[in-house]
């Protein structure tokens, strides 16, 4: 196996979690209304640094796609999944587009997270 060759990324960064490892920037945002099994995640057009899973069909909140999870290649932790095909003529524009889980990246919505401001109030 050869060398991994990470992209470095620059402005407002999104990155793995257990790692630091870029996956995006906010730039790259599409959406920020999606929901993932433990809360909310974001829409990016371009992620880099990760590897992808076997395509599996999952049936969602807005109808049937074929999707692969995707993985960082820093640390090989899940970071969410890419929609491959969208059978529904009307969600087509997520073909080819990732969804990153806020509770398993790092980036500039840490400070308006949920969990970081419950965690902000109970050590006040």
């Not at 060759?5 to 793995?16: A, D, H, K, N, T």
């Amino acid at each position: 196996m050869g060398k991994v060759f990470m992209v470095e990324l620059v402005g407002q960064i999104y990155s793995c979690k257990h790692c630091r490892t870029h996956l995006s920037t906010h730039q790259d945002i599409m959406s920020k209304s999606f929901q993932c099994k433990y809360g909310q995640a974001y829409l990016f057009s371009k992620v880099v640094n990760i590897s992808i899973g076997k395509k599996e069909d999952k049936m969602m909140l807005t109808g049937l796609y074929t999707i692969t999870d995707i993985f960082c290649v820093g640390c090989g932790s899940n970071v969410g999944w890419k929609y491959e095909t969208a059978h529904d003529q009307s969600q087509k524009y997520k073909e080819g587009k990732s969804v990153l889980e806020l509770y398993k990246i790092l980036g500039p919505h840490d400070s308006n997270d949920l969990v970081c401001q419950q965690i902000s109030q109970l050590l006040i």
